[in-house]
């Protein structure tokens, strides 16, 4: 019985340790962090987006995805994908990402979903 106890008590300690998933922020603070520098390019296989993230806030972000919207001619959404940015972003550093995309008139790149690790920060971002 008193293993039991024990066992569920460890369980429920190692689950409230765990990070806080799916806190959401508003975009206007997203870009109060991040900056998002990118160019177009083409390889063999077609459009290529590389480019940084810069971190503009005072913690650590890592494992941020980036949405990639393809516009057409006038401005309007006609399809997204995601890329992986690689390690973590310290703050006020930046990291590199590269993601292959589908043909389209222009492109939107804006950070999707982080984590905020070091520095105080505790749960993850994401729009």
Do not use: H
């Amino acid at each position: 019985m008193w293993r039991r106890i024990a066992l569920l008590v460890a369980v429920v300690i190692l689950l409230g340790t765990g990070r806080t998933w799916a806190q959401i922020y508003a975009p206007e603070t997203i870009a109060q962090d991040f900056r998002v520098e990118w160019q177009l390019g083409q390889n063999r296989k077609g459009p290529v987006i590389d480019g940084y993230v810069y971190n503009t806030s005072m913690r650590t972000a890592d494992r941020m995805r980036l949405k990639i919207d393809q516009l057409d001619a006038a401005g309007n959404v006609v399809g997204s994908t995601t890329a992986v940015v690689l390690g973590t972003i310290p703050n006020d550093g930046r990291a590199y990402f590269s993601a292959k995309v589908p043909p389209a008139a222009n492109y939107r790149v804006q950070p999707y979903s982080f984590d905020w690790t070091g520095g105080g920060g505790v749960g993850s971002g994401g729009m």
